[in-house]
């Protein structure tokens, strides 16, 4: 199995879902939708679509697909999120198997791609599954603290020097 990524580096950890009997097209959306996003973040989104409480925004595959609340054209592909999550799941403990702290993971790289198409066994004819390729990179990135509050710690600083000198 060869992956599309190939820079990986210590803080990283990968897993692969490979044959899955999921549709591409549902399967792209759902990767550009999570991309860069915290793992934690797209586990609950990827649960909430499971349970149609949440609809997968449509960019690329949309003909005829209805809006949605919120978004504008969107679906809820239950199968493809439920497959997706068990590869997240794996990268995310494969980072933990490494010694990453789990809270902290980022998608870096999830990419879809056409499996092998057999035909449907049986008396129905000329019709090919589905399947895709999963490719997920989760990355453990630390969280710099936030600027607001380093500059007032340095404006307190400031004004009890100051105070400190008029005295």
Do not use: C
């Not at 060869?2 to 990767?31: D, R």
């Not at 010694?99 to 499996?115: C, E, F, P, Q």
């Not at 390729?133 to 007032?152: A, D, G, M, R, S």
Request: charged share 35%; aromatic share 6%; proline share 3%.
């Amino acid at each position: 199995m060869e992956y599309a990524f190939n820079n990986m580096k210590e803080n990283m950890a990968k897993a692969y879902g490979s044959n899955l009997p999921i549709s591409t097209k549902k399967s792209v959306e759902i990767a550009n939708n999570i991309r860069g996003w915290n793992v934690q973040k797209a586990k609950t989104y990827l649960e909430n679509v499971i349970n149609k409480k949440q609809a997968v925004k449509m960019n690329r595959y949309n003909n005829d697909t209805a809006h949605k609340k919120e978004i504008a054209a969107g679906k809820y592909p239950v199968n493809a999120a439920k497959d997706i999550l068990m590869v997240l799941k794996s990268a995310e403990s494969n980072a933990l198997n490494k010694g990453m702290n789990t809270k902290d993971l980022v998608i870096t790289h999830i990419s879809a791609h056409i499996a092998s198409r057999p035909w449907h066994y049986g008396r129905k004819r000329r019709s090919k599954m589905k399947r895709s390729h999963i490719q997920i990179v989760v990355e453990e990135v630390k969280k710099p603290k936030p600027k607001k509050l380093e500059e007032k710690k340095i404006k307190e600083e400031k004004d009890n020097n100051k105070k400190e000198s008029k005295k």
